[in-house]
């Protein structure tokens, strides 16, 4: 990979109006709030990264809430051109909230967030950055979580249509205890338009930790914003899929996991296979328990090879488990693959060793997976160096390499700590994460190192 350089070029673009487009590969969507959303003082911030080794193009679009994004006239935005390896900062004009679009190249790589305002710390508040490995699919689920109306605070539900056509949305507000709050929202919205659902907890009393449940007839995303009423600090609130919370995957491979055959207090694990997930075995997944003996470890590494031989038809698209390697349970979770099939053709690597608990890491790149054959993946986690590798092997050659870093910077192990490996999902009747029918696992090497 090209090693990035050092340099920064920062500029202020006065965007136009002009033709936007569905999300494809190198276009990416962030919501601009206006300032009676998120309070005097703040601006938008959007850092664009080169990381090819060529200059690159990237252009901008912004569109108003409500019109169709597809359709909106006047000028388009002029190009700017990126050098290779460098990050250019957009700082839109303040104003009203708009959603802008930014297209170009696959390698160019997006960030937004809100500073100024309320912020003295001068960090900034995230904004979600929306792609095509972000949004969610018609008919699927988005769940939006600490919705707030303590005090003076206020939130804003923000759903948007992604689809290149005219698309209706439903929003079901819950209590921490799963109560329903108000009536539920139902909008209608233009293509590639959005949709400020304002203070939705008005006259509801005051909430805590309530969650908003969004779907759309149309590809989508939906975030949540909340603020103080006399235009204090504001809080952006990114959703978690079904997938992402990866609750019912981990506790139901807790509750089969077997010992792995090396015994208690073994830093490694092997299971030879082959493993083949089916319909009538109440546990689809194989899982395997670890005790390792109590202490600071630097890295761990595992290797699965894997016989993809189709989809789950509960969901083609749905998160297909390579392996998944927790520490008792889903808060310290050192690694999640998983493969994605027809209509999306992409791997996921997700991670998140938080004891207090945390949004996860997931990145991820297109693969398209063929029917019939055996994948390598080799995947390292080093807490001491601050980087995770994943590669993925087809007959011996590379299709695919994803890399992050690690939250922590040491995998500690306690007395009765257990480490989890689950192969596959436990529940075939799953949405999201649906059991691998047919897959053949096999070679699995899981170890851990001081």
């Given amino acids: 990979m090209t090693k990035l350089l050092a340099r920064t070029v ?12 569905a999300v494809h590969a190198g276009t990416a969507y962030v919501p601009l709030p206006g300032g009676d959303a998120v309070g005097a003082g703040y601006r938008v911030q959007i850092a664009v990264t080169n990381t090819s080794d060529e200059t690159l193009d990237v252009s901008a679009v912004q569109l108003v809430p409500g019109e169709d994004g597809t359709e909106v006239k006047g000028p388009r935005i002029k190009r700017v051109s990126l050098g290779a390896g460098r990050t250019f900062l957009l700082t839109p004009e303040a104003g009203q909230g708009r959603l802008l679009s930014l297209s170009g190249s696959p390698a160019l790589r997006y960030s937004a967030r809100l500073i100024g305002g309320a912020d003295a710390a ?4 995230e904004l979600p950055v929306i792609t095509g490995e972000s949004l969610s699919s018609a008919e699927d689920m988005l769940l939006v979580q600490g919705l707030d109306s303590i005090g003076s605070r206020i939130t804003d539900l923000v759903v948007v249509n992604l689809g290149e ?12 205890d799963g109560s329903e ?3 539920r929202f139902d909008v209608s919205l233009a293509p590639m338009a959005y949709k400020v659902l304002a203070d939705v907890l008005a006259g509801q009393g005051e909430i805590s930790e309530a969650r908003a449940t969004v779907s759309c007839s149309n590809d989508f995303y939906a975030y949540a914003h909340v603020r103080d009423r006399d235009g204090g ?27 792995c055959a090396a015994g208690t207090a073994s830093t490694v694990c092997t299971y030879a296979g082959p493993f083949t997930p089916t319909k009538p075995n109440p546990n689809t997944t194989l899982a395997i328990s670890m005790f390792p003996p109590a202490g600071l470890y630097k890295s761990l590494t595992a290797h699965v090879e894997v016989k993809v031989t189709g989809w789950n038809p509960k969901n083609t698209k749905g998160a ?26 992409y791997v996921y690597m997700r991670h998140g060793d938080c004891p207090a608990g945390c949004f996860k890491a997931k990145v991820g790149k297109a693969l398209s997976a063929q029917i019939g054959s055996t994948y390598v993946f080799d995947y390292v986690y080093n807490a ?11 007959n011996g050659q590379i299709v695919a390499q994803l890399d992050d870093k690690p939250m922590r910077r040491v995998i500690e192990i306690v007395p009765k700590d257990r480490v989890i490996i689950g192969l596959s999902n436990p529940f075939c009747d799953s949405k999201e994460e649906p059991c691998s029918l047919g897959w053949q696992y096999s070679n699995v090497r899981v170890e851990l190192f001081k």
């Fill in 122 to 125: 001068g960090r900034g508040v």
């Fill in 384 to 394: 001491n160096t601050q980087k995770i590798h994943l590669d993925v092997r087809l």
């Fill in 320 to 345: 297909h488990g390579v392996i998944y390697i927790a520490v008792n349970k889903n808060k310290r979770l050192l690694a999640n693959v998983f493969l994605r099939g027809t209509g999306s053709n």
């Fill in 165 to 176: 056509r005219a698309g209706t949305c439903s929003a079901i507000l819950q209590r921490a």
């Fill in 10 to 21: 920062a500029g202020v673009f006065v965007f136009g109006l002009g033709l936007a487009s």
């Fill in 181 to 183: 709050i108000g009536n």
């Fill in 233 to 259: 600090r504001v809080a952006i609130l990114s959703p978690a899929s079904w997938s992402d919370v990866l609750f019912g995957s981990i506790d139901g491979m807790e509750k089969i996991a077997g010992l």
